[in-house]
């Protein structure tokens, strides 16, 4: 994954010391980095940077109470949250699982991009994009149709994966996608007539209804805890007979939860009682892994669903 995101202070002595901390991290030398994050935060109380450092620090030390005071500040300092301190105390049990906030996947996903493809598809295998296009073959196939699409939405489009895995079955392509850099790499491939960058549920707010009839997310749900709104405006801009095609992370548990990976599992009840909540017919749902981990492959579901 990228390098740690870094937030300026505004204040040269504060992020000099900032510097000065990561380096004695770097050493191993946790307790004196944590006290020259406490003076950097002295000069400059708001610094966020500091505070989500501190606090990893703290979490690396054993230290949950100051911890998670610690994640709370960097959320105080930053309300946008870009470096996901508030993902950070839901995995410490500290708050509610809820979504993740937009600026931390943008500045994520714009830090990931130059070396996202690299990243995915040769350290951990990722195969979604080919997951999902069998699925789709498949699901059409069982109601006798052709698998050709003449406008489909590509949600959470990162570099174009999906779209290059469907390229010949559809006529034109939509990309929705939070991070501006990774839609710059989109662009780059040629393959989408249209390309936006926002939050998929608002994304597809501003489609028309019945205006697709494909509707993709390969490796995108798995940023989204609760599937609702997006299955719901999914099922609005669907035309009859359309599909809605994506992968998520699974777990043998009930409902979702948060990984260690600061990415969501959605269990297969939660997502059979989704689709149907949403008013879309389930088509295939099956245990297929999408990437792997620690060369492992991570549980996953490939999900396919219809509009009736
Ligand atoms: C792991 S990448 C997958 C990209 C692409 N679909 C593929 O198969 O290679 C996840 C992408 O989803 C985007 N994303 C995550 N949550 C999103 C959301 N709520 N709305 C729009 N895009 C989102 C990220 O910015 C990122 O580009």
């Known amino acids: 994954m990228p390098a740690r995101l870094f937030l300026s202070s505004g204040d040269l002595i504060a992020d000099r010391r900032f510097d000065f901390a990561r380096d004695l991290r770097l050493k191993g030398d946790l307790a004196a980095a944590a006290d020259l994050l406490l003076q950097a935060i002295e000069r400059a109380p708001g610094f966020a940077s500091a505070w989500f450092t501190l606090a990893d620090i703290r979490q690396q030390l054993g230290e949950r109470d100051a911890a998670i005071s610690a994640f709370r500040k960097a959320v105080v300092a930053d309300p946008d949250d870009r470096h996901g301190a508030r993902l950070r105390l839901m995995l410490l049990g500290a708050e509610k699982l809820s979504d993740m906030s937009p600026a931390y996947v943008r500045a994520l996903f714009d830090q990931y991009a130059p070396k996202f493809e690299t990243a995915l598809v040769d350290d951990l295998d990722y195969r979604g994009p080919a997951l999902l296009f069998k699925a789709v073959l498949s699901a059409r196939g069982a109601v006798h149709k052709p698998a050709f699409f003449k406008r489909a939405i590509d949600l959470g489009c990162g570099t174009g994966l999906a779209a290059g895995a469907f390229a010949k079955e559809v006529d034109e392509f939509i990309g929705i996608d939070l991070s501006p850099r990774m839609i710059e790499r989109a662009r780059l491939t040629g393959f989408y007539a249209e390309l936006e960058v926002t939050e998929m549920v608002q994304g597809l707010r501003g489609r028309r209804d019945a205006s697709a009839d494909l509707i993709l997310a390969a490796d995108a749900m798995v940023y989204v805890a609760d599937l609702a709104p997006v299955l719901v405006e999914a099922r609005r801009v669907l035309i009859s007979g359309g599909l809605l095609a994506f992968t998520v992370e699974t777990h043998g548990g009930e409902g979702v939860i948060l990984g260690e ?19 879309l017919v389930l088509s295939r749902l099956e245990d297929l892994s999408a990437r792997n981990e620690d060369n492992a492959p991570v549980p996953g579901l490939v999900v396919v669903a219809a509009k009736p």
Request: aromatic residues 10%; proline residues 0%.
């Open 261 to 279: 990976g600061l990415r969501y599992a959605h269990a297969a009840g939660y997502v059979r009682r989704a689709i149907e909540g949403a008013g």
